[in-house]
């Protein structure tokens, strides 16, 4: 069997799951808080047909050597953490983060143990709702129903010290720190501080849907802003949102190239075929 067919079959299955990225990015030009995937790829092993040899080693000396390659294979997709555009929306409970931090977010599994991975989530949608429980206190969450986490491991309760508060004068400064407007016009805390983390390896990160990120062995821990000084601290916008960083343009053009990839490729089987078929024909 031709080494081509193999070669080309694996460029073509290369091509199709960079066709696949391509066209989750564009899926996704309008998701809040999406950032955009690349493949990668590597070569496969390679056949050492005849070696390269020095004049010390052989009367014959060779340059270089005889190498055949075995095609393609995806080798990782890697996310792309530049910031989108933070677009004005005038929502209470919309927020952008101006750097690299994330939400920190209650899971749907999570346990007591901080350090169970299954504990918190991470966003980088702040297109953040009110939730009310069985008691009337009032959370804020995802849209999903995830409670949005302060810097003290706790649900972020909107409830003043003597209860029920009206959220729509509810403001939120740079920091994450919560505050609001009462009945005689003067500024009260909340207590409530957004908890916004960081990563050392981000791209560890594995995308669970719902615009979420699960934490990993490779991405590490989640390190709290406030805690790391070194770490520069990322700004919290009250009425802004992140939009989805995917550039179409880019996305058609890599598109195009990916297209023409796979194109080619089933060309060099086409090819490969009608030589195999030309030397089956061959009479002795």
């Keep these: 069997m031709m080494r ?39 070569d496969l092993f390679y056949e050492t047909l005849e070696k390269s040899r020095g004049s010390e080693e052989s009367q014959n000396p060779r340059p270089t050597s005889l190498q055949i390659g075995h095609g393609v294979r995806a080798a990782a997709t890697v996310k792309d953490f530049t910031i989108g ?27 007591s143990n901080d350090d169970d991975v299954n504990s918190y989530v991470y966003t980088k949608d702040g297109s953040f709702k ?23 491991n ?23 720190a919560f505050s609001y407007i009462d009945s005689t ?14 990563f050392y390896n981000p791209n560890g990160l594995e995308s669970i849907g719902d615009n979420l990120y699960k934490r990993t062995a490779a ?36 598109m195009i190239v990916a297209q023409r990839a796979y194109e080619i490729n089933s060309k060099s089987i086409q090819a490969s075929d009608e030589m195999m078929q030309q030397a089956n024909q061959l009479r002795r």
């Design 219 to 254: 991405s590490g821990k989640e390190v709290s802003e406030e805690e790391v000084p070194s770490y520069k601290k990322s700004k919290v916008l009250q009425g802004y949102l992140e939009r989805s960083n995917v550039q179409i343009v880019e996305e058609m053009v890599n």
């Design 4 to 42: 081509s067919l193999w070669t080309a079959a694996s460029g073509m299955k290369a091509q199709q799951l960079n066709i696949d990225v391509i066209s989750n990015n564009l899926a996704n030009v309008t998701t809040t808080g999406y950032k955009k995937s690349r493949m990668e790829f590597k």
């Design 85 to 111: 555009n933070i677009e004005q929306t005038g929502d209470v409970f919309n927020f952008a983060l101006e750097g690299d931090g994330f939400f920190a977010v209650k899971s749907f599994g999570a346990t």
């Design 154 to 176: 706790e649900p972020i309760l909107l409830s003043g010290e003597n209860g029920e508060i009206d959220t729509s004068k509810i403001t939120v400064d740079q920091n994450g």
């Design 185 to 198: 016009s003067q500024k009260v805390e909340l207590n409530q501080r957004l908890k916004v983390v960081q």
């Design 130 to 152: 009110v939730s009310a429980d069985a008691e009337g206190l009032k959370y804020l969450t995802t849209a999903q129903g995830y409670v949005i986490m302060n810097e003290n």
